[in-house]
């Protein structure tokens, strides 16, 4: 296959991969575990279980009034009642950990303004725990807790990456002047 035509099935490959999203970091087909942790983060209130995350609702009927659906960039917590409030007491920690068995690493995770309810504290440890501290918070009837989460790129999206800079470069040298790519044993133009 000539140079040319192979520098084109990798750019056209490097494009195809962004455009559908091949190569993506996220959380969908995460295998994750999801955890109550209450008074504190060493006791175990409730176990949800390990689930693998999907275009639907991860925990459904977590608590009569809460849900929780993990989606590829969002974590979100639902309050499903249509007239009570879900209170949660206080203590030293009342909120849910979640872990990633196997899947991305998490790099940061942030509450959404517009969430109708939001933890006091939250933080990542070990890259696959993700700790939301709810201690002393009252969400309102139907109404959600959102937090954004952007995990670390798969390693599979960093040679995608790679390979891309590297077309990249190979198609600005290009074939100039009877060189192709750099070398100086190809025969060159008469002009």
């Not at 709810?134 to 670390?152: F, K, R």
């Amino acid at each position: 296959m000539p140079k040319a035509s192979w520098l084109r099935v990798v750019l056209t490959a490097a494009l195809s991969a962004v455009l559908t999203g091949s190569g993506q970091a996220g959380l969908l087909d995460a295998s994750v575990n999801f955890t109550w942790l209450a008074p504190d983060t060493n006791t175990v209130f409730v176990n949800f279980g390990d689930r693998t995350v999907s275009g639907s609702v991860e925990y459904t009927s977590v608590t009569a009034e809460l849900q929780i659906d993990i989606t590829d960039t969002q974590l979100v917590i639902s309050n499903t009642s249509t007239s009570g409030s879900a209170h949660f007491s206080t203590s030293q920690f009342n909120g849910f950990k979640l872990t990633i068995n196997s899947g991305p690493n998490i790099l940061s995770a942030v509450a959404d303004g517009l969430s109708g309810f939001n933890p006091v504290d939250m933080w990542i440890a070990n890259g696959n725990e993700l700790f939301l501290n709810y201690s002393g918070v009252v969400s309102g009837p139907q109404s959600s807790s959102v937090i954004d989460v952007t995990t670390v790129p798969e390693p599979s999206a960093l040679v995608l990456c790679g390979f891309g800079i590297i077309a990249i470069c190979l198609a600005k040298r290009g074939v100039q002047g009877g060189r192709c790519l750099g070398r100086t044993d190809a025969p060159q133009k008469s002009t």
